[in-house]
Structures are given as structure tokens and as C-alpha cells.
């Protein structure tokens, strides 16, 4: 009971110290929403951009080069053999995909307009993972479609911008000559800035339309199955290509793998940013919360001194009084955590369903309901409330008190104001009584007639004359 009502005193039933006390809950409760809102969206951001740097990393480009060594074989170049052989060969748990490249340029047509000279790539469906790239529009073609050699294509957004007035609902709709070879455009690419005219198609139609039917190919890529498999896929498909190239010293390697394994500690590093920034806002946030509900709760206890001190002088441990102004600061840094997690949860949720459509930093990872956030945040404000009700509870217990003089100082303090005895106004001797006078007068007439019928005797009446009241028996001898 006595913890409650240390509570409710903090609260205040003065308009001073509750607009204080709704102060403070309004920063611990605002602080923690901000916490939460901002570790949600640092994490959906971490999860966008590792998603984005797995692709980026997690893949191998394969391409050949002139052997280091003098006297060593002439380099062979890589052809469909090598696919095969990785296809066939790769572990799968370190390389979830193969893909081979080719490319040349062609002039692209559509009715009177042509674009020339575009980068026009033949390759297999990981080709867009492969790149980092986007659809904008459309769909990718299928393995079916790379097997059975279908005429399709997806084309770049200048292609679309200069074929097609920048219309992407007529490109989809509409065929482009890709040389003197029609093919039906089924999507549209999303533009990096760089070659925005590049022309997609399987690679097994490049060849059977536009390149011949060569078993060179440009390049290879892999793609890893994560971060922590790729210097082993590094060695695996080396080796794989080391056999098929009769490879038997490093310097006799006909091909080059080009990897990005020195750039993963860094971006996990730059990755885990985000999150180390959403703690120590929580932590500079409700820092400066302890300003304000210690000075509350140093407020309260200044208040309250001389209840303190009766306590005190009753028998209350000193220990009690401490406990109980912590459990009251500490009540209320809570109730504020609790208002903050309500918002912040809320603030998460609109943000899942807004920044998507903002930004396309968010495409990968959407900004999740951070819960160890939430537990650091509500943690944190438990011990503010600890730490801010520290030296208000030790001044409190300390406070000076005597057993007899503080009893006796509340007594006083507590004891009924007396009210003042209404004063009688005396009556004139010639007029008319005056107003408390006649108010009276009523009242002792029915007392003395109250007395006389409890004695037995009979009520006075009135002389002949008016003048004085007189007894029977009285008036019985007067006649006589």
C-alpha cells in the first residue's frame, strides 16, 4: 500500500508536479519509441544492403587471360567443356549456379526507329543476380524458353526511352530486330548508368541467330551460396578448371577468378553500423532522462518531508522509505517504456508499409519489429528509473527527525482548525427583540413546556391582562 501511494505522489495531485511528472513520462515514452523506430528501420536497411552485398560478393567471375609462365601451353579460353565440367563437378552447397556469358553488339529495330551498336548478352537466368541488376518490367525467361532457343529478349530502359517513346506497356506488347533477327521483348531492364542499351536473350538463341553456333563463351560466373562458402567455392572451381586445363603449376593457369573475399570484413562492419548507432541512442536518449525524474522525484521527497519524518518517528526502517521512492521512480520510467514500445511498434509497422514504396534502399529488407531492441530499451528504462531514484531515496531516508517533536509538530499540523462561537447581539429594552433573539425564542418556550410536562406540573398561562404568565392554583386564590 505504502508502495502505491509513493507512486501516486510522484504523479502529484498539484498541477505543477503532474505537469512534471507528464513531462518525464513523455521523454522516457518518446525516447523509446525513437529507439525502436530507428533500430527497425537500421536493421531492414543491414538486411537490404547484405542482401545486396551477398549478390555482389557471394559470386565468381571466370575469364581468360595469357598464362604468367614462358613456354607454358597457349591459353585454350574457356568454352561450354568448362561449364560442363563445373555443372557436373561444383559442390553444391558452396555453388548453387553456373553462368556462362557471351556478348556482341548488334544495331536494334523497332518500325522506322534503330539504335545502334547495343550490347546485346546471351546467358542463362542467373544473369540478373549475376550483375546486380533489376527488372523494371516483365519477366525473365524461363529454362524452358533457354532450352526449346525461344526468340525472346529483354531490353535497357534507353533502349525503351528512344524505340519506344519511354512507353514500357508498348515495349511489352512489341517485337524489336536484334540485327536482322526478330525477338519478342517479354521484359525491361532496370538502368545502372552505365549501358542502359544492353539487349538480354538466352544464350543458346544468341548462338543459333546471331553468334553461330561457337562453343566459346566470354566469361563464367558462380554464384556462391553464401559469404562464409566462398573462399572454399574459390578453390573448388579452380581446381574443377585446373584438371580440365591440364593446369599443373599456378603460373600455367590459362583463366583468371576474381573474387571480392577481402571486402566482406568490411562490409559486415559497414553493415553492423546501423545497429551500434540504434544503441547508443538508446543509451544517450534515456541518459538524459535521468535528469528529469530525479528531479521529480527530488521534488516529491522535498514535498513530503514531514510525512517522511513521522514515519520515521513511528518505527519505519529507513530502508522501507529508500524502497519505496525507488519503486515509484521506477514505476514510472516503466509505465513510460511501455507507452514508448506501443508507439514505436506502431511506428515500425507504418514504416513497413510506407518506405518501401520511398525508397529502393528498402526493395531487399523490409525494417522488421526489433525485439532485442525493445528489450534493451525497456531494460535501460528500468534501470534510468533505478539510477534517477537513487539519491532522492537516500535523502529521504537520511532526513533529520526526533521521535517527540515530529509527533508532536504533526499533531499540530493535523488538529481541527476551532470555529469561533457565534456572538449573541443583546436585545433592546423597549423594542422588539432582534433577529437572534427571536430565532431563540421559540425554542425555550417549547423547552420549559417540555419540563413541565415531564415534572407534572402544568404549563404556565397567560394573565387576564396579558402581562405575566400565572398557575391554576395561583389564579384560584386570586379569585378567593
Same mark, same amino acid.
Given at each position: 500500500?505504502?508502495?502505491?501511494?509513493?507512486?501516486?505522489?510522484?504523479?502529484?495531485?498539484?498541477?505543477?508536479?503532474?505537469?512534471?511528472?507528464?513531462?518525464?513520462?513523455?521523454?522516457?515514452?518518446?525516447?523509446? *519509441?525513437?529507439?525502436?523506430?530507428?533500430?527497425?528501420?537500421?536493421?531492414?536497411?543491414?538486411?537490404?544492403?547484405?542482401?545486396?552485398?551477398?549478390?555482389?560478393?557471394?559470386?565468381?567471375?571466370?575469364?581468360?587471360?595469357?598464362?604468367?609462365?614462358?613456354?607454358?601451353?597457349?591459353?585454350?579460353?574457356?568454352?561450354?567443356? $568448362?561449364?560442363?565440367?563445373?555443372? /557436373?563437378?561444383?559442390?553444391?552447397?558452396?555453388?548453387?549456379?553456373?553462368?556462362?556469358?557471351?556478348?556482341?553488339?548488334?544495331?536494334?529495330?523497332?518500325?522506322?526507329?534503330?539504335? =545502334?551498336?547495343?550490347?546485346?548478352?546471351?546467358?542463362?537466368?542467373? &544473369?540478373?543476380?549475376?550483375?546486380? !541488376?533489376?527488372?523494371? @518490367?516483365?519477366? !525473365?525467361?524461363?529454362?524452358?524458353? &533457354?532450352?526449346?532457343?525461344?526468340?525472346?529478349?529483354?531490353?535497357?530502359?534507353?533502349?525503351?526511352?528512344?524505340?519506344?517513346?519511354?512507353? %514500357?506497356?508498348?515495349?511489352?506488347?512489341?517485337?524489336?530486330?536484334?540485327?536482322?533477327?526478330?525477338? /519478342?521483348?517479354?521484359?525491361?531492364?532496370?538502368?545502372?548508368?552505365?549501358?542502359?542499351?544492353?539487349?538480354?536473350?538466352? !544464350?543458346?538463341?544468341?548462338?543459333?541467330?546471331?553468334?553461330?553456333?561457337?562453343?566459346?563463351?566470354?566469361?563464367?560466373?558462380?554464384?556462391?551460396?553464401?559469404?562464409?562458402?566462398?573462399?572454399?567455392?574459390?578453390?573448388?572451381?579452380?581446381?574443377?578448371? $585446373?584438371?580440365?586445363?591440364?593446369?599443373?603449376?599456378?603460373?600455367?593457369?590459362?583463366?583468371?577468378?576474381?573474387?571480392?573475399? &577481402?571486402?566482406?570484413?568490411?562490409?559486415?562492419?559497414?553493415?553492423?553500423?546501423?545497429?551500434?548507432?540504434? *544503441?547508443?541512442? %538508446?543509451?544517450?536518449?534515456?541518459?538524459?532522462?535521468?535528469?528529469?525524474?530525479?528531479?521529480? !522525484?527530488?521534488?516529491?521527497? %522535498?514535498?513530503?518531508?514531514?510525512?517522511?519524518?513521522?514515519?520515521?518517528?513511528?518505527?519505519?526502517?529507513? =530502508?522501507?522509505?529508500?524502497?519505496?521512492?525507488?519503486?515509484?521512480?521506477?514505476?514510472?520510467?516503466?509505465?513510460?517504456?511501455?507507452?514508448?514500445?506501443?508507439?514505436?511498434?506502431?511506428?515500425?509497422?507504418?514504416?513497413?508499409?510506407?518506405?518501401?514504396?520511398?525508397?529502393?534502399?528498402?526493395?531487399? =529488407?523490409?525494417?522488421?519489429?526489433?525485439?532485442?531492441?525493445?528489450?534493451?530499451?525497456?531494460?535501460?528504462?528500468?534501470?534510468? =528509473?533505478?539510477?534517477?531514484?537513487?539519491?532522492?531515496?537516500?535523502?529521504?531516508?537520511?532526513?533529520?527527525?526526533?521521535?517527540?517533536?515530529?509527533?508532536?509538530?504533526?499533531?499540530?499540523?493535523?488538529?481541527?482548525?476551532?470555529?469561533?462561537?457565534?456572538?449573541?447581539?443583546?436585545?433592546?429594552? /423597549?423594542?422588539?427583540?432582534? /433577529?437572534? @433573539?427571536?430565532?431563540?425564542?421559540?425554542?425555550?418556550?417549547?423547552?420549559?413546556?417540555?419540563?413541565? *410536562?415531564?415534572?407534572?406540573?402544568?404549563?404556565?398561562?397567560?394573565?387576564? $391582562?396579558?402581562?405575566?404568565?400565572?398557575?391554576?392554583?395561583?389564579? %384560584?386564590?386570586?379569585?378567593?
Amino acid at each position: 500500500m505504502r508502495l502505491m501511494e509513493s507512486f501516486f505522489a510522484a504523479l502529484g495531485r498539484r498541477g505543477s508536479r503532474r505537469l512534471r511528472a507528464v513531462l518525464v513520462l513523455a521523454h522516457i515514452a518518446i525516447s523509446v *519509441a525513437l529507439v525502436i523506430v530507428v533500430a527497425g528501420m537500421a536493421q531492414g536497411l543491414g538486411d537490404s544492403m547484405n542482401n545486396s552485398i551477398n549478390s555482389f560478393v557471394g559470386s565468381l567471375s571466370i575469364a581468360p587471360k595469357v598464362p604468367s609462365q614462358q613456354g607454358s601451353n597457349a591459353p585454350r579460353g574457356l568454352k561450354d567443356s $568448362d561449364v560442363k565440367a563445373l555443372e /557436373d563437378n561444383v559442390d553444391p552447397a558452396l555453388v548453387k549456379q553456373i553462368v556462362p556469358v557471351v556478348n556482341g553488339r548488334a544495331v536494334v529495330r523497332s518500325g522506322s526507329r534503330s539504335y =545502334g551498336s547495343s550490347n546485346v548478352v546471351g546467358s542463362s537466368s542467373g &544473369y540478373l543476380q549475376l550483375k546486380l !541488376m533489376q527488372l523494371q @518490367a516483365g519477366s !525473365m525467361f524461363t529454362d524452358e524458353q &533457354y532450352a526449346m532457343k525461344a526468340r525472346v529478349a529483354l531490353i535497357g530502359p534507353k533502349l525503351v526511352d528512344y524505340l519506344f517513346d519511354g512507353d %514500357t506497356d508498348l515495349a511489352l506488347r512489341s517485337s524489336v530486330l536484334v540485327g536482322f533477327q526478330r525477338f /519478342d521483348v517479354i521484359g525491361v531492364l532496370g538502368g545502372d548508368g552505365e549501358d542502359d542499351a544492353t539487349v538480354l536473350v538466352p !544464350m543458346t538463341s544468341s548462338r543459333a541467330y546471331l553468334y553461330g553456333g561457337v562453343n566459346n563463351v566470354v566469361a563464367i560466373g558462380a554464384l556462391v551460396t553464401n559469404l562464409d562458402s566462398l573462399s572454399a567455392a574459390t578453390a573448388d572451381v579452380q581446381a574443377i578448371l $585446373d584438371r580440365a586445363h591440364f593446369v599443373k603449376e599456378p603460373d600455367e593457369r590459362d583463366f583468371s577468378i576474381t573474387s571480392y573475399t &577481402y571486402l566482406i570484413p568490411f562490409m559486415r562492419g559497414f553493415i553492423s553500423l546501423p545497429r551500434w548507432f540504434a *544503441a547508443g541512442a %538508446t543509451i544517450a536518449l534515456l541518459f538524459i532522462g535521468i535528469f528529469g525524474l530525479a528531479n521529480l !522525484m527530488l521534488i516529491t521527497v %522535498t514535498e513530503r518531508q514531514s510525512r517522511i519524518r513521522y514515519r520515521r518517528a513511528t518505527g519505519v526502517h529507513s =530502508g522501507a522509505i529508500v524502497g519505496e521512492v525507488l519503486f515509484g521512480s521506477t514505476v514510472i520510467a516503466a509505465l513510460g517504456a511501455v507507452i514508448g514500445i506501443v508507439l514505436g511498434v506502431g511506428g515500425v509497422l507504418l514504416a513497413r508499409a510506407v518506405l518501401p514504396s520511398l525508397s529502393a534502399l528498402y526493395a531487399l =529488407g523490409l525494417p522488421p519489429v526489433p525485439v532485442e531492441a525493445i528489450v534493451l530499451a525497456f531494460s535501460a528504462s528500468l534501470l534510468v =528509473g533505478l539510477v534517477a531514484g537513487a539519491y532522492p531515496a537516500i535523502r529521504a531516508a537520511r532526513a533529520p527527525w526526533d521521535s517527540d517533536s515530529t509527533i508532536a509538530e504533526l499533531a499540530v499540523a493535523t488538529a481541527p482548525v476551532p470555529v469561533p462561537a457565534q456572538r449573541r447581539r443583546p436585545t433592546s429594552p /423597549d423594542g422588539p427583540a432582534r /433577529d437572534g @433573539a427571536a430565532r431563540e425564542s421559540p425554542a425555550r418556550e417549547s423547552s420549559a413546556r417540555d419540563g413541565s *410536562a415531564r415534572d407534572g406540573s402544568a404549563p404556565e398561562a397567560p394573565s387576564r $391582562d396579558g402581562s405575566a404568565p400565572f398557575r391554576d392554583g395561583a389564579a %384560584t386564590h386570586a379569585r378567593g
